[in-house]
């Protein structure tokens, strides 16, 4: 992995944020001819305030809603300008899962040449953690003081309906793998897509020291299971094939997050049965038999 | 300034030769503006049409309401919209139709377009399309050359038989 | 070159002249021309433009932002509904400093649906940043939208423009329209704050209120310059093509007594009716008012002035007359008219001017009397 650095100090992330580690190596992955494309999340404040800024390509602060819509508008100048600067996107689940679904439906659907990422906290982080199309059957956030009742949204294959070249999920603590795929996603021209999974230690409420094992435990449990999809050929990665040859009880990952405290067993049972369809789902996928 | 209304049905070409009549004007040197009254825009729903001639710019946007000539594309339109509504005492009607039909105090002229523009096989749709012989008949009553009727319908349109019927509604027109 | 066109095609066709990289336009009644002939421009190659089906109009307002940052000219275009939807983004886009020029087809608001024009669409963004003009005819429609791109992108300005102009009235009416070659009229632009990765800045990013307040006071200072830069494209506009604008357009206003303001279509009505006026021995004069914003000053002294609002602002008034009350500290009366696409004829406008009261406001087909 290169050594120069895009994310510099002084960013304004809470201790142990998993996103703004995530960013880091998007950007080693993109290099310094890039755009970062920033609708409002945690990264907006992240970034550092006017004068200055953290970051060491240019940052363009956009609408909410618009991530998908500003993307294409940049894209498709620098291109009909001739220049083939990476158009990278990063977005939380909020701007990504909710408010901005039309616009991200919209790039897809049009091919523009760009890279989304979504890091996902599963909830909106900025506003102090209320609850997120994202945020998954279980978890209490602020406004879902007993527990969301309903599922995480499948933003994954909402994006493969649209047939990108290329996707993949991803998660920070497996820096080598998300470095990887930006460099494949970057190398495809048309639209690409990352789900980066992004452990965040104020919302899941756990140690600000755990966020990398936290990560590693979404993995080896099954609850996020790492892969990538090349037009239209999905592949496990290697991190979630060894982890599940034998994954671990999924309470070994709910347990220190405070946000799955005093979960009852049947929200458990029910978490169990989805990952195991959603394994069951992607392995017949990969098989070529769905 | 005269003032034209045009009635006919979506689908007939009711607009565009309102916008042939104003080019006509236009190629003839003088001033002019066409613009439609739109509905929803769905086909065979009535629609009206107008067209002011001036000599000088035309500054009015508001909706004719005493035309001095009445066109009827559409003969079915009558029982609908009251077609003779404000026009001027004197003033003339132009039905599409094989027969004459008598308006008690208005000049009144009748035009197979329907014909014409059958026996060119226009037809889009399964709708016969009457715009270019409807200015063909109106140069006949001299409100636009037909020189400038032609003009006005190469620069529109590249399709032969759009001049031709333009021609034969022109000729079969009788004054 | 002498032709004919809508208003809608004549935008279309300067916009084509006016070269933009990148356009993006989602579809609405009574625009809807515009972005068909754009779009058949760019597929038959007589724009190299981008041309970006966007999926609704915010992105559409998004989608120009994004391009815009890279220095590169952009268009859209949109009408009521629509103009609403991308409210945020038209703030974003003027906040950004960014020149992107937007024709928006005047058209009522919702409920009930209703397709025919009113300014309330356009007055609601009055706050936004955005210059805005407002035209009356086919061939105003056209030269505007040259000279918007111009003003738009001087560097004493750099602000986005939106050019108005009335739903059917003018966007579907067929008038003459002469053409020019636009030429170095609108010179190339140079964004000074264009996206660069070799020099990398951060746009748009967390800024606190002294800074954020020493922005908003630049807008408004651009905003003032903007007066100059205007008036310097209607003479340069004059000079290459021999066609006269101003802030306004006068008519028969010297020795009026009487003078009546409106915006877009409706002042060419009320042309009509001063010469009628004025044939009756009442000394009218007509005000048509192009840049509301900025708003420029007016000379209304010592006359009577009779203001009609294509518009309304609810336990306000109408925006025009308060505009102009404010402005000049003088009273009007104030004409509620045309609203959803209402009639107004020429006669109608003589009896405004007949019946004025100043002071007082009227609703045109709903009061009872003045
Ligand atoms: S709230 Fe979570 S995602 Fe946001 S900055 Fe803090 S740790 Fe990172």
Known sequence: ?290 | MFEIRIHSRGGQGGVTAARLIALAAIRDGRYATAFPFYGAERRGAPVVSFVRIDDAPVKVYSQIQQPDLVFVMDMGVMDVVDVLHGLKEGGTVVTNSAHKHEFAGFRTFNIDLTGIALKEDLVVAGNPILDTAVIGALAKLGIITIESAKKAIAEMFTDERDIKTADDAFREMTV | MLTVATGNKAVALAVKQAKPVVVAIYPITPQTEIVEQIAQYVSQGDLSARYIDVESEHSAMAACIGASMTGVRTFTATSSQGLLYMHEMTNWAAGARLPIVMANVNRAIGPGWNIWAEHTDAMQERDTGWLQVYVSTVQEAYDTTLMAFRIAEHNDVLLPVMVNLDGFLLSHVMQPLDTVEPADFIPPLHLPHTVDPKNPMGYGTLTGPDEYFKFRWDIERSMRDSLRVIEAAHKEFFQRFGRTYGFTEDYRCEDADVVVVSMGTLGKEVEVAVDNLRNEGIRAGSMRLRWFRPFPKLDLMNRDVVVIDRDYSFGFGGVLAHSIQAKNRTGVFSVIAGLGGQEVTYDDIAGFVKNRHIGREYWFGVSDNV
């Open chain 1, 1 to 290: 992995m290169p050594k120069e650095e895009f994310v510099l100090k002084g960013t304004s992330a809470c201790p142990g944020c998993s996103a703004s580690l995530a960013l880091r190596y998007v950007l080693k992955a993109a290099g310094p001819d890039t755009v970062l494309i920033v609708p409002a999340c945690c990264t907006s404040v992240v970034q550092g305030m006017y004068p200055n800024t953290a970051v060491n390509v240019p940052v363009v602060n956009v609408g909410f809603a618009t991530a998908g819509a500003s993307a294409s508008g940049m894209s498709n100048a620098l291109r009909a300008l001739g220049k083939k600067t990476n158009v990278v996107v990063y977005a939380g689940d909020g701007g990504t899962l909710d408010i901005g679904i039309q616009a991200l439906s919209g790039a897809l659907e049009r091919g523009t040449d760009f890279l989304y990422v979504c890091y996902d906290n599963e909830a909106y982080g900025n506003t102090g953690m209320q609850r997120s199309g994202g945020t998954p059957l279980g978890a209490k956030t602020t406004t879902t003081p007993l527990g969301k009742p309903e599922v995480k949204k499948d933003i994954e294959r909402i994006v493969a309906a649209h047939e990108p070249p290329f996707m993949a999920t991803a998660c920070a603590a497996y820096p080598q793998d998300l470095f990887r795929k930006v460099k494949k996603a970057l190398s495809i021209r048309g639209p690409s897509f990352i789900h980066v999974l992004a452990p965040c230690p104020p919302g899941w409420r756990y140690p600000t020291e755990k966020s990398v094992e936290i990560g590693k435990l979404a993995v080896k449990s099954g609850v996020w299971v790492l892969y990538e999809r090349e037009y239209g050929q999905l592949a496990i990665s290697s991190p979630s094939r060894t982890a599940l040859k034998n994954p671990i009880p999924l309470e070994e990952y709910l347990a220190p997050q405070g946000r799955f405290a005093g979960i009852d067993p049947k929200t458990l049972d029910i978490l169990k049965q989805r990952i195991a369809k959603n394994l069951q789902r992607l392995a017949r996928e990969e098989s070529g038999v769905c």
